[in-house]
C-alpha cells in the first residue's frame, strides 16, 4: 500500500534528532497526554480526549440495517484475481449518482487458457450491521494514525473538530516519532512491531464501535485491525493510503543508503517533501509543516521505518476479504500516492468508496482540514436503513463515487 510512496519520496527528512523519552516510572497524564508502556522501555504518547457528554444518547436496536455480505474470491496460479460479489450483497446494489457498478464479466475461454487452474478460493458470508455513529454515542471512538514522518499534531484540527462536537479520540505517536520513544535497534520499526504497538493501544481504549481513520502508512495499519477485529472495527477511513498491495521494501530506495548520508541529505529532502507533500508550496505549508512536527525524525528511524515496511499478508485478498464499509480520501494532487492506486482498492474493498479532493496533496487533512472534517463526519453519521437502501443511502448524501 506504501510502497510507491517510498519510491517516489527522494525527500522526507529533517536532520534533527527523533524526541525520545525514556521508560516512565508512571502512567499519569502529562501535559494532557498519556505515555503508555506497550513494552518495557517502549513508550508511545497517546492523546485520548473524552468529552463530556451531558446528555447522551443510546444506540437503539432499530439504528442501522444488517447488510449481507457475500463474496467469492479465486486466486489464480498465475497471480490473477477473480472476485465475484454474490446473493443479495449491498456491492450489487444500485451505485451512487446513477453510475454503473463494476461489472464482475464471467471468464472468457481465452482468460480460461491465460489463467490456467484456480490455486485457492475464498468465500465471504458475512453479516454487517451498518448504523450511524453519533458524538452523542457512549460505546464509539475515533483512532488517529499518522503515517511515516509524522506525528499525532499532523491531526490536531480533526482532534479539535471531533473533540468539540462531544466524540471521544485517540491519537499516537508512532515509535521513533513525536514525543514517543526511540529504540536504537532497526527491529523495531518493522512492521509487525508497530502494528503489535497500535493493537495494544486499540485494546487499551478500544469501545464497542471504533473507527479507524489512517493517513498513508497509517492507513496500512486500519487495514491490519479491521482485519483481526472485524466486529469491534465499525468503520474505517484511509487518507492517501494507496493500492491494495502487499508491502515489501524497494532496494534501490534512497533509504538504503547509509544513515550518515541521509542525514548530510536532509535539507534538500525536507525542501523535497514540502514540493510534493503539498498542492502549495508557500509560507503557510512549510509553517504546518515545522509546527505540525512533521518529518521530525532522525535518520536513523527514517531509514530503520522504509526498510521495515515488510508485510506480505497485505496482498488483494487480504483487502478483499474485508467487509467493514471504508472511505477513500485521496488527494488530487498527490505526487507520492497516484490516484490509479486509491481507484483501484475502491474496486477491490467490497464495501469502499473513494472521494477525491481537487484541492489537496498527500497531506490533504493539514491542507483542507474543514473539507476533510465534514466528509468524515458525514460518514460517521451515515447508515444503512434497509439492506435494499444501503447504496441509494449513500447517493443521498452525495460524497461517495467510485
Known amino acids: ?83 465475484e460479489n454474490n446473493g443479495d450483497s449491498s456491492a450489487e ?66 482532534l479539535d473538530y471531533f473533540s468539540q462536537l462531544g466524540y471521544e479520540v485517540i491519537a499516537l505517536d508512532l515509535a521513533g516519532h513525536g514525543a514517543s520513544s526511540a529504540p536504537r535497534v532497526t527491529a523495531a ?66 533509504f538504503n543508503l547509509p544513515t550518515c548520508v541521509l542525514h548530510c541529505m536532509s535539507p534538500c529532502l525536507s525542501w523535497s517533501f514540502l514540493m510534493a507533500g503539498f498542492a502549495n508550496q508557500g509560507k503557510e505549508e512549510k509553517k504546518l509543516l515545522k509546527e505540525k512536527n512533521v518529518f521530525s525524525v532522525s535518520s536513523f528511524v527514517l531509514r530503520s521505518m ?19 464499509p471504508t472511505l477513500l480520501v485521496h488527494g488530487m494532487h498527490d505526487k507520492f500516492v497516484p490516484v490509479q492506486e486509491d481507484q483501484h482498492m475502491a474496486e477491490i474493498l467490497l464495501l469502499g468508496f473513494l472521494k477525491v479532493i481537487d484541492e489537496g496533496s498527500h497531506m490533504v487533512m493539514m491542507e483542507c482540514p474543514d473539507r476533510v472534517n465534514t466528509l468524515l463526519h458525514e460518514f460517521f453519521l451515515w447508515q444503512a436503513k434497509t439492506k435494499e437502501s444501503f447504496h441509494n443511502t449513500i447517493a443521498e448524501t452525495n460524497l461517495f463515487a467510485i
Open 306 to 324: 522504509m526498510s521495515g515496511q515488510y508485510w506480505p499478508e497485505g496482498d488483494e485478498v487480504y483487502h478483499a476479504e474485508l467487509t467493514v
Open 93 to 158: 446494489a444500485e451505485p451512487p449518482d446513477g453510475c454503473e457498478p463494476p461489472a464482475v464479466p464471467a471468464m472468457s475461454e481465452r482468460q480460461q487458457r491465460t489463467w490456467g487452474k484456480a490455486k485457492h478460493t475464498v468465500l465471504i458470508d458475512h453479516e454487517r450491521t451498518v448504523t450511524c455513529c453519533k458524538e452523542t454515542h457512549p460505546d464509539v471512538a475515533l483512532y488517529f494514525i499518522h503515517g511515516v514522518g509524522g506525528s499525532l499534531d499532523m491531526w490536531s484540527r480533526q
Open 1 to 83: 500500500m506504501f510502497t510507491s510512496f517510498m519510491d517516489a519520496i527522494l525527500c522526507c527528512l529533517t536532520g534533527k534528532s527523533a524526541n525520545a523519552v525514556g521508560p516512565l516510572e508512571t502512567s499519569e497524564p502529562v501535559g494532557g497526554f498519556e505515555f503508555v508502556e506497550v513494552k518495557p522501555g517502549r513508550v508511545l504518547r497517546v492523546l485520548h480526549i473524552v468529552p463530556d457528554r451531558p446528555m447522551v444518547e443510546e444506540m437503539t436496536a432499530g439504528d442501522g440495517a444488517s447488510v449481507s455480505c457475500k463474496r467469492r474470491i479465486t486466486v489464480f496460479r498465475n497471480g490473477q484475481l477473480l472476485i
Open 189 to 254: 520499526y518493522t512492521f509487525y512491531a508497530l502494528a503489535e504497538d497500535i493493537r495494544i493501544i486499540f485494546q487499551t481504549y478500544k469501545k464497542q464501535r471504533n473507527i479507524l481513520i489512517g493517513h498513508s502508512y497509517g492507513a496500512s495499519f486500519c487495514t491490519f485491525l479491521a482485519h483481526e477485529y472485524p466486529e469491534q472495527v465499525h468503520k474505517v477511513v484511509m487518507i492517501n493510503g494507496g493500492g491494495p498491495t502487499a508491502l515489501e521494501p524497494s532496494l534501490c530506495s534512497v
